[in-house]
């Protein structure tokens, strides 16, 4: 190994030195011209002659010190910086921005050694990374990341391309042939709009201060949806957009670990063996209907999650009408996979110290856990409760898929669901409650812009 190192190290301690020695030659020949013409010149030039500013002395000192305070030793050990954030201004130091590139390396190891929703999680990571580097400037006007969030993230456009991929990758035959679990997906969106209340109730914590288009950005992590919640943070919290990702895209990574604990404290082991009837055969004719009727009910009761609700329904359309594969199997491919790619760097540019280290980003981090908590035990309770009223039972375990994080929700539901009876399957069930909870989540955005966002 040591072998291996001596040729980069012997052309890494060349290239320094060769530097110092050029420095030396400017400095030295600038000596020697300035001592051989500075007296004739002086003696040469009347006293009525205009004279110029004299040039700045080329010297080894200097040279060495700029370009010392160009490292990233520098930038971390002695660069200080004041910045507006949220009306007010906040001091950012050198140590801010490693511990910033400290956090990107623990979203790089989450995402690609843990497996945590690393699509999302490694693109964020790296940009988390890459935006807090000292002078490099690509999170600055004209910066390389900050150009990917101006045309992609600010105006909307990478969570709409989103909506479309899952549009198109989305069976909905679940959902239409047992109506009713829609109702679970509208369920699980009490924990969002209860987090709003305590989003709003913890600003009466010293150093916490949530405004309520805020607080409702915030409140939409409950809803296990990250696209949504970019969407929705970019409309109303632009601000806390990079914690409030980040959290959105860790829960939803978490919910085999968060979830099972919440539904079997709320489940008896008999309901968790309740088996349900198999679902009938769903028509191409419902499928292809269903996203414009989806649509339809949209325009005409809440425009303003129109975006969201329209993008998913094109891409579902195009899916199941099935004359255009190559645009269906294009936005499920490798439209999807570029747009996540710029979708992860832009909202990495997002987590910058002076935005990311804030008593708020702790808050953001507990609400984003009560909310998800609350969504998946509420999905679990109402399906306890249609029980009561509905001859063929529901499986309560399947009210927790209702959070919209497609298709692991489902899964867990399901992998509960066999512990229990090993030859109860719950998977096609589940997915009914967990596309309805990607739907009653953009509604419940649309309702928050249509209320919050003028």
């Known amino acids: 190994m040591w072998y291996s190192l001596k040729k980069p190290g012997a052309v890494l301690l060349g290239s320094l030195l060769l530097i110092g020695v050029l420095g030396l030659c400017v400095g030295l020949s600038d000596s020697v011209l300035h001592a051989a013409h500075g007296p004739a010149a002086a003696q040469s030039v009347s006293p009525d002659t205009p004279q110029s500013a004299p040039a700045e002395e080329v010297s080894v000192e200097r040279f060495a010190m700029n370009l010392a305070k160009t490292t990233g030793f520098y930038g971390f050990l002695a660069d200080k910086e004041t910045v507006k954030f949220r009306g007010g201004d906040v001091t950012v130091y050198g140590w801010h921005k490693l511990m910033m590139l400290i956090i990107g390396g623990i979203l790089l190891y989450l995402g690609a050694a843990k ?8 693109p964020i990571g790296f940009g988390t ?3 807090n580097i000292p002078f490099a ?5 004209g910066g390389f990341l900050k150009i990917i969030f101006d045309f992609g993230i600010n105006n909307e456009f990478f969570p709409l391309v989103i909506f479309m991929g899952i549009g198109a990758l989305t069976d909905f035959g679940p959902l239409i042939a047992n109506p009713r679990t829609a109702l679970l997906g509208a369920a699980a969106q009490f924990g969002v709009f209860g987090t709003l209340l305590g989003a709003v109730a913890l600003n009466i914590v010293p150093g916490i201060t949530y405004t309520l288009k805020e607080a409702c950005a915030i409140s939409i992590i409950g809803g296990a949806d990250g696209p949504t919640s970019i969407y929705l943070a970019g409309k109303l919290a632009p601000d806390l957009m990079g914690s409030i ?9 978490l919910v085999p670990l968060i979830q099972p604990p919440i539904m079997r404290a709320l489940t008896t082991p008999e309901e968790r063996k309740i088996r349900m009837k198999q679902l009938r055969p769903v028509s191409k004719v419902e499928k292809i209907v269903f996203p414009m009727l989806l649509l339809a009910l949209t325009i005409l009761l809440l425009p303003t999650a129109a975006p969201l609700i329209g993008s998913i329904a094109f891409g579902n359309f195009v899916r199941e009408i099935g004359v255009v594969d190559r645009l269906s199997k294009t936005m499920q491919n490798e439209l999807l996979n570029i747009v996540t790619i710029f979708l992860g760097l832009g909202v990495g540019t997002q987590m910058v110290a002076y935005k990311f280290i804030q008593p708020a980003t702790l808050g953001i981090v507990v609400l984003g856990l009560v909310a998800f908590c609350f969504g998946s035990a509420a999905g679990v309770v109402f399906a306890k409760i249609m029980n009561r009223f509905v001859k063929d039972k529901i499986n309560p375990l399947i009210g927790s898929a209702g959070v919209s994080a497609v298709p692991m929700a489902a899964r867990v539901s399901n992998k509960l669901g066999l512990e229990a009876d090993s030859s109860n399957f719950l998977i096609m069930h589940a997915m009914g409650p967990n596309v309805a909870g990607v739907i009653g989540t953009a509604v419940a955005a649309g309702v928050m812009i249509a209320i919050f966002g003028n």
Not at 137 to 141: E, I, P, R, V, Y
Not at 245 to 253: E, F, I, L
């Open 137 to 141: 400037g690509m999170g600055d006007d």
């Open 115 to 122: 497996n945590f929703e690393p699509l999302l999680l490694v």
């Open 245 to 253: 990702a980040v959290a959105a895209y860790s829960y939803m990574a």
């Open 129 to 131: 990374v890459l935006v």
